[in-house]
């Protein structure tokens, strides 16, 4: 079976903390459409969404349709047990993992980690340094389905990568650090609140570029702090 670099966004529709933000505009499109397009930008992996299997997740699917990107439909909450399938059913390895709720993703983050991955021999890599938010992590299927038949917690299971990144002993775990231009670390640019979105959609209007780069939005976050501290 041959298998290809990919990309898998978890998104749903009924997040915990905010309800039907998926939906919610921010630069002129989705917040889900802002995080595919970022992803499809990258031009490295095949993109695929993993929602749930909810009713109330067809209007994920149908955006992702739109875009070209096809849809893994799993558990709701066992996010882990979804990756898992969604990497068999398109033949993933290595795999890039994101979220829904971070619509400022470094475009060539997932470059940087699968071939840090590629290169490094090892089983999961994420970047140091890179704003809360902009950043993504890569492992191989073979690491994603040993942490899915060894974690038993749910927070294992709805978190994907935390047994992995708890077992050194067991995973080959490899931090890198974010290019210099992109340390920020205390630079946050995920949507978990109403007031995170608040946040993302000035710093998107600041940047003034239909798909500002991340280098960009850093810089518009710095001209904010400015403007506020005159």
Request: proline share 6%; hydrophobic share 45%.
């Amino acid at each position: 079976m041959r298998t290809r670099a990919g990309i898998i966004l978890q998104a749903r529709y009924a997040s915990t903390r905010f309800r039907g933000k998926a939906l919610e505009p921010i630069g002129g499109c989705s917040l889900l459409e802002r995080c595919l397009r970022r992803l499809i930008a990258a031009g490295v992996a095949h993109v695929v969404l993993a929602t749930t299997r909810d009713p109330e997740d067809d209007v994920l699917e149908a955006v992702a349709t739109r875009l070209g990107v096809p849809t893994y439909r799993g558990a709701a909450d066992d996010v882990l047990g979804r990756f898992v399938e969604a990497a068999a059913a398109f033949d993933l390895d290595p795999i890039v993992r994101a979220t829904g709720d971070n619509p400022a993703v470094d475009i060539q983050a997932p470059g940087r980690v699968i071939a840090a991955l590629r290169a490094g021999g090892v089983d999961y890599v994420r970047e140091e340094g890179i704003p809360w938010g902009a950043g993504v992590e890569a492992f191989t299927a073979d690491a994603l389905t040993r942490a899915a038949a060894l974690a038993r917690s749910p927070y294992d299971r709805e978190h994907v990568t935390t047994y992995i990144r708890r077992h050194p002993l067991v995973f080959r775990v490899r931090e890198i650090p974010a290019p210099m231009p992109l340390q920020r670390p205390l630079l946050r640019v995920t949507v978990d609140t109403r007031q995170d979105l608040a946040a993302l959609r000035e710093l998107f209007f600041r940047a003034g570029a239909e798909e500002p780069s991340l280098a960009a939005l850093i810089a518009a976050a710095g001209r904010g702090r400015e403007a506020r501290a005159a």
